[in-house]
């Protein structure tokens, strides 16, 4: 895991990407009296160099993967279960109660469940409720939450989310805890494992009252896992594909042709359930916040702009003709991964997650066959290519409102959690209570029972609370070393991001140009519009807040780059 406890304060970095904070005339107006920040124009913040961070100390790890990769974007693995360690051998005595918004899909677990009181006698007496919401909706109602600061004592937002903020920067810093003068130097005293942490994960988790001052740079969030690589893949049911006597795709043409001899739309069988979000990849979709630099014409081009948006565009209307995806896919309600436990669909898009959720059904007989992640593949002889984001996965925020000994009690709590693999609060964390949420199988390994799967396995319950110290692939070891070799197999396509080093906040016509572009994308892949609109589609994108787009993101690029 990559981390900066040697590095050296970067201020020619750090300027350079904070003096980007008036890009488009943006900037975020420092008000002194209260902090608020108001803007709708776009805005930038660094993500590395700063000097208020905790200081990293190396966390030593109770055991070796048996897989090692290159982390993060080819993270190591365990085929094997360590005899776990204990990681917090001085356990705090607290005795506050708080209540902390996550999000869920599925079935929601009881606060009343023993997998919360283990939790809570494990990390020292601290009650956590969670006021559980549902994850389909949970982005757009955060907005609401936040603006009336209904959201309890902390909210855990996943990085994904945060596009549902027209002005999340704001946000930050009129309604979250300023955890800097608490977590600033050496916090490994009381913390050693959120001192363990790489310190990128830190580094993404401020924000700014001024985003073209440096020194109002502030830190605001308890980051989750630091990850990268591949986030997301094209599954198959390659049982399915076997028994039809159908060869795994290379190309997006014999995708195409695998979808043709799968689908029968009178009997109920289609390729796709969705493939909106994982298919602009397979055609080299793939820009930053959708744009990229052509050297032939020296500028950023959106993805909308190339010949291969098109490309794609007609991949999906042949999907929707020719009666390859679900007919029911336009209301985007679908539970695809049903869809495919059923064989109703052949073909899915997917976080990996799923992979190992899929295993564990068939293992528990509520599937059968088997899920594998499509190889990377492209179009009309291109190679393929891939995006990885190494970041954080998201953030929980705490309450401005709490006192500083409040939030010291929930930092010892996400110290407690930030526990990694290998260890005894891991395993409670992540599997529960031995006999009651999981077993051990034959192997040695945890193994969940059905009751562990309904409220330890499948909710986010507390396991992002905080990160932990370094990501590996677990679970099931045959998954594990499949999902390896896969991660092995993207590296060569893996294209690095032109804005590295910088978070950015769209300027808000933009935000809306892209909406709007999305939607039209749709009216065309639906049979709702002719394919012959997409110049026009083009056009309005850039005169609606596209061009404007361009000159923000231009800025940024060329201030990165600058020799």
């Not at 049982?239 to 039809?244: N, Y």
């Not at 300027?507 to 039209?520: E, F, G, I, R």
């Not at 994308?521 to 609109?533: C, H, V, W, Y």
Request: charged residues 20%; proline residues 7%.
């Amino acid at each position: 895991m990559p981390d900066s406890s040697s590095a050296p304060l970067r201020r020619r970095s750090l300027f350079k990407v904070a003096g980007l904070g008036a890009v488009g005339a943006a900037g975020l107006p420092f008000a002194a009296a209260c902090s608020d920040i108001q803007t709708g124009e776009g805005s930038t913040q660094a993500t590395e160099g700063f000097d208020f961070l905790p200081e990293y100390k190396e966390w030593p790890l109770p055991a070796e993967p048996d897989l090692v990769g290159d982390p993060p974007n080819h993270p190591s693995g365990f085929t094997s279960y360590p005899e776990p360690v204990e990681a917090v051998t001085e356990v705090p005595s607290n005795s506050g109660t708080y209540e902390i918004t996550v999000p869920f899909w599925g079935e929601a677990p009881s606060n009343d469940d023993p997998y919360f009181a283990a939790l809570r006698d494990a990390w020292g007496g601290t009650t956590v409720n969670l006021r559980q919401a549902d994850g389909n909706t949970y982005a757009d109602t955060s907005v609401q939450w936040l603006n009336a600061n209904e959201y309890g004592d902390g909210i855990l937002l996943f990085s994904w989310m945060l596009g549902s903020h027209t002005n999340f920067p704001e946000t930050v810093v009129n309604s979250f805890y300023d955890l800097t003068d608490i977590l600033k130097g050496d916090i490994s005293g009381r913390w050693p494992l959120l001192a363990g942490l790489p310190t990128q994960s830190w580094a993404q988790s401020v924000w700014s009252t001024d985003a073209s001052d440096p020194e109002s740079a502030r830190l605001y969030g308890i980051p989750s896992t630091f990850s990268g690589g591949p986030g997301n893949a094209l599954f198959t049911r390659v049982d399915l594909m076997e028994a039809a006597g159908i060869a795994m795709p290379t190309t997006v043409e014999e995708l195409l042709e695998a979808c043709r001899e799968w689908s029968d739309d009178a009997n109920g069988k289609w390729a796709f359930g969705g493939v909106d979000w994982i298919l602009p990849q397979l055609f080299g979709l793939v820009g930053d916040e959708g744009w990229s630099w052509d050297d032939e014409q020296g500028k950023l081009v959106n993805d909308c702009e190339k010949p291969e948006f098109t490309e794609m565009l007609e991949f999906r209307r042949t999907l929707w003709d020719e009666k390859l995806i679900h007919p029911d896919a336009p209301t985007g309600t679908l539970d695809n991964g049903a869809l495919q436990i059923a064989g109703t669909t052949l073909f899915s898009q997917e976080n990996p997650v799923r992979w190992y959720d899929y295993t564990t059904k068939v293992r528990d007989g509520q599937a059968e066959g088997a899920i594998v992640p499509v190889p990377p593949i492209g179009a009309k002889g291109r190679k393929p290519t891939l995006k990885a984001s190494t970041s954080v996965d998201g953030w929980t925020f705490l309450n401005k409102d709490l006192s500083k000994e409040q939030v010291e009690e929930l930092l010892d709590v996400a110290n407690w959690c930030s526990a990694p693999y290998g260890t005894k609060e891991n395993e409670l964390l992540e599997y529960g209570v031995e006999g009651e949420h999981f077993e051990y199988d034959a192997g040695g390994n945890p193994v969940h029972t059905e009751h562990g799967q309904k409220i330890v396995q499948a909710p986010v319950n507390l396991k992002q609370y905080s990160g932990k110290v370094q990501r590996f692939l677990t679970g099931i070891p045959e998954v594990v070393q499949a999902h390896f070799e896969f991660n092995a197999l993207c590296q060569e396509f893996i294209v690095p991001s032109i804005f590295e080093g910088v978070r950015i906040e769209a300027p808000a016509a933009s935000k809306s140009a892209s909406q709007t572009l999305n939607d039209q994308q749709n009216d065309i892949a639906f049979g709702r519009a002719e394919l012959s609109t997409i110049p026009d589609m083009v056009q309005t994108f850039l005169d609606n807040g596209g061009e404007e787009a361009r000159t923000f993101y231009t800025d940024i690029y060329k201030s990165l780059n600058e020799q």
